[in-house]
C-alpha cells in the first residue's frame, strides 16, 4: 500500500474515531483474558506481565497512530507520566512521534485552501507538497513566499480540535484498565487544556488550519 492510499483512510468523524477506539478496547480486553487464561506466578508470573503490557502497548501504538490528534497524543503524554502507565508503554509509545503517516497530498491542499483561503500554489511561490515531519496533531511543510523568505506551513489534521473531548471521554474508558495510581483527573484535564492551545491556529496568528512560520 503506498503513503497516499494509507493516507486516504483518515478517521476523522467522531464516529469513526469511536469505532476505532472500540476496536483497541477490544484487541487490550482480549490481551487480558488470554493473560488470565495462563496466568502463572512467581517470575514466570512477572516475565507474562511485562509482555501483556508491551502488547498492549503495542496495540495502542498501531491504532492510535492511525487517529492522531488527541488519542496519539494522550497515549504519548501517559506514558511519559512516571507511574501511570506500565513502564512498557514508554519505550513503545516514544517511537509514535516517528511513525505518524502523513496526509496525502489531496487533503493538503484542501486544507490550506480551506484554512488560507487559497491552495497553497496561489498562496506560496513554492510549496513541497511532500511533509517534512509528521506529528500527532498535524505536519509540516517547507515553503516559500513572493518575498523569498523561506517559511514553515503547519497544517493541522482534519477535525482534530473538534474531536478532542470526545476522543477524551472515549479514551478514557479504554485507558481506566490500564492506569495505574492517581492523578488520572487533573491529568486528563492537563491534556485537554493543553491541546485546546495547540490547536488553536486562530489565536496564533490569526490564520486559521494552517499556520506559517518562518524558517
Known amino acids: 500500500m503506498s503513503t497516499d492510499d494509507a493516507s486516504d483512510d483518515f478517521p476523522a468523524s467522531k464516529l469513526e474515531r469511536s469505532g476505532l477506539f472500540a476496536k483497541t478496547g477490544l484487541k487490550v480486553g482480549k490481551n487480558y483474558a488470554q493473560y488470565l487464561m495462563d496466568r502463572a506466578t512467581g517470575a514466570e508470573e512477572e516475565a507474562r506481565k511485562r509482555e501483556l503490557n508491551a502488547q498492549n502497548a503495542r496495540d495502542l501504538f498501531e491504532e492510535f497512530t492511525r487517529l492522531r490528534g ?4 494522550l497515549a504519548q503524554s501517559m506514558s511519559m507520566d512516571t507511574g501511570l502507565l ?29 484554512g488560507l483561503g487559497r491552495f497553497p500554489e496561489l498562496l506560496f511561490d513554492d510549496f513541497e507538497p511532500e511533509a517534512m515531519a509528521a506529528a500527532s496533531l498535524g505536519q509540516v511543510h517547507r515553503a516559500r513566499l513572493d518575498d523569498g523568505r523561506d517559511v514553515a506551513v503547519k497544517v493541522q489534521y482534519p477535525n482534530v480540535r473538534e474531536t478532542i473531548e470526545s476522543d477524551l471521554s472515549v479514551a478514557r474508558t479504554l485507558f481506566e ?7 488520572v483527573d487533573a491529568h486528563f484535564e492537563e491534556v485537554k487544556a493543553r491541546l485546546q492551545e495547540e490547536t488553536d491556529y486562530c489565536s496564533v496568528n490569526r490564520q486559521c488550519l494552517g499556520k506559517v512560520s518562518a524558517v
Do not use: C, H, W
Open 70 to 73: 488527541t488519542a496519539l497524543k
Open 86 to 114: 506500565p513502564d512498557e508503554f514508554m519505550e513503545v509509545m516514544a517511537e509514535a512521534q516517528y511513525s505518524v503517516p502523513p496526509m496525502n497530498k489531496a487533503l493538503v491542499r484542501k486544507r490550506i485552501r480551506d
Open 177 to 183: 484498565r490500564l492506569i495505574q495510581g492517581d492523578g
